[in-house]
């Protein structure tokens, strides 16, 4: 029998029961849909997160202050050490030849007044290299400018929401503002980040880092902000960054040190593991269908006994009947694959058109092995049926009636 | 007809075709097995947060400087220009109610015992820590109240510290250094194990004041408070406001009650159960499908037996409620041998992987039998609908 004939003759005997095989691709395509639906959900989430992080910055190396030895925890985020990063071990780092750009960030909370407006926010000490080394952009006026990190000046830098909060219906720019109770002169204000991973900077007040340690009181770094030439360069710096601050620190190795795409990478997998266990559930689904296609085959067999009896007695080999039943199975699950990945798909833009700022996307990899598993669990509930099928005894099966 | 002969005769229909039945009850086995075991892996996470959470007691309020308006962290953790201070701790303990207020600072140094060196925590708190934190001394004692000017130089271990400086010997009496400072370890405390990725016993505890000397601090970063079980966590909370106000002059401050944060971890988490649970509904749904399909299937397959039925006097109701039983039968057995196949398998994951938290959440495997049996009434209704319209005259003459 050709392929040709075998898929017509399949097609046929579905189209005798457009009830029955409705139902299959009904129960085949909601689990196609809710395994595409669900993966696109996850994949989304984790570029989400990916792109976030890898808009802090490339080729970015972060010292934090303090180690701790124990396996598997994480680096102290916060937290004390007796011998803080100094501005002076900052400036040391320019000796690794690996480093672009170094900012310094300095950390603290305080009142920041306007007339009458009042409110607490986080504000950062850094230098102009955070500009460049965090990819920030100025919706006005200019960041903070190029003068040595030691030097305090009185000027300070702002996020959009606290433009908007103390500046309400006036150019925020040249105005003066009090942290505390010292006087900063506004010389820009950073454009909208959004909701960003890390720092919210758009309710954030930058200064200069030697006016920060003076308004805290503190000699104290909260981080170093590094950035390498290249990739590769950011491994080698990693270590020259060590070795230097070790130097510093009279021999002892009491820094963290981490880059950018190893913080990616734990997000990454994380991730990717969700998605995952998310999508399996999901095709446990595939499986309940499978079963179904199955059953229902099994049924079909026994309904057409007399038909089978009657092709074996006309000549057709076990073969070309196993062909024939497994081309059915095949047949129904990928219409259900197909509805479903129609269903999926609507759902998707339903999803899209509900968070407009949140990008869902199916990944045509995860679209094609959804499509593959589908056929395949109809194929591999298929072959019981089939060989039931092709097995009965021709005699037999003719005298059944 | 009686009820139980009907149902006779819907279990003959269904054993009759036994492969057939047993497939499709297992869709439905698979769908209610898997609901039954991803709410139990939710509800034992579930668990076990809140556990962790609630291990050093129930009764605790904390306050941070500086007035959180930022979402996530604020700043002031790390410096402030409104810092809290001892004297504010030693003034919130005299609160009515509260039992002990604790200051408490967190920070990383190096830790020298003889020649063996390690990077760990140290903990700046006061000496109400055992009882606040509920942890517990295995020897020794833990430090004393020393009052906020002139603490003394005393360490208390970790037992995972005490294990890495001096292996089995004693540690009592010992002197360590700790950044660039000498002590005396005066007590070692029990293991407490991890607390959300905080290893409590690779710690040294040192009175707070020692730890703002050493780390040039002028702020703490915490303060616990622990109050008495007989009032309010909110009455509390006023009194610290009303105390903390006085004594800064604004409200500089931030107030968390532990109640606040175990509601809010609460309802996070039951949204995660319900998240799987609804996730595991989707192969319910399937196998429902699977049960309207057999129906469907067994309707047209037994048209002269139904034309049979009702030539020889059955009602158009005694056909409707033999094919419904017989859904409701099949789903029936498919919705309890789901819930037992789900129960064995949680409990084979119990015995054999113990670091996984399950526990079996009654009230969702309570809930997917009932939707399995939901499930059969509304899968077995067109079908049934179906045999009970047939003409007998017609459906004797199909055959």
Redesign the interface.
Known sequence: MLSKDLLLQAGKAIQTQPLRAALIILAMSIGVASVNVLTALGDSARNYVVHEFESLGTHLVIVLPGRTETTGGHPPLFGETPRDLTLDDAAALFRSKQVAAIAPVSIGSAPVSVGGLERETNVMGSTHALLRVRHLTMAQGQFLPEADADKESSVCVIGKTISEELFAHQQAVGQWLRINDRRFRVIGVLAKEGQSIGTGFDELIIVPVASAQALFDSHSLFRILLEAHSEAAMYKAVDEVRDIIKLRHEGEDDVTVITQDSVVNTFDKILTALTFTVAGIAAVSLAVAGVLVMNVMLVSVSQRTAEIGLLKALGATQGQLQRWFLCEAALLSLAGALVGSVIGQFGILVLQWLYPNFPVALPVWARLSALAVALATGLLFGVLPARKAARLDPVAALARR | MNWLDLAKLALSSITSHK??SL??A??LI??IA?VVI?TSIGRGIHRFVLAEFTQFGTHLIAVY??????????????????PLSAADAASLENLDHVLAAMPM??????IEAGNKQ????VFGVGAALPLVWQLKVDSGRFLPNDGLDNPRAFAVLGSKMRAELFGNASPLGQRIR???DRFRVIGVMQAKGQML?F?LD?TVFIASGK?ME?????SLMEIDLLYSSETSAESVEQAIKRRLIARHGAE?FTIITQNQMLEKMDSVLSVLTLA?AA??S??L???S??I???M??AVS?RVSEIGLLRAIGAERGVVFRLFLGEALLLSLAGGAGGVMLGIALVQLAAAFVPALPVQLAWSYIVAAFAISLGIGVAAGVAPAIKAARLNPLEALRAE
Do not use: C, Y
Request: aromatic share 2%; proline share 1%.
């Open positions: 492969q057939r497939l499709t297992l869709g698979i769908g898997a991803l400087p500086g007035k959180t308006t930022t979402f996530g962290l604020s700043g002031a953790t790390i410096s402030t220009v409104r600072i967190q920070g990383n140094a190096r390690r990077r760990a925590n700790i950044g660039s990725g290893d690779d730890a050493m780390f040039d601090r002028q500089d799987v996730l595991g989707i192969s749904l399937v196998g499908v699977g309207l399909t057999i469907t299937i397959e």
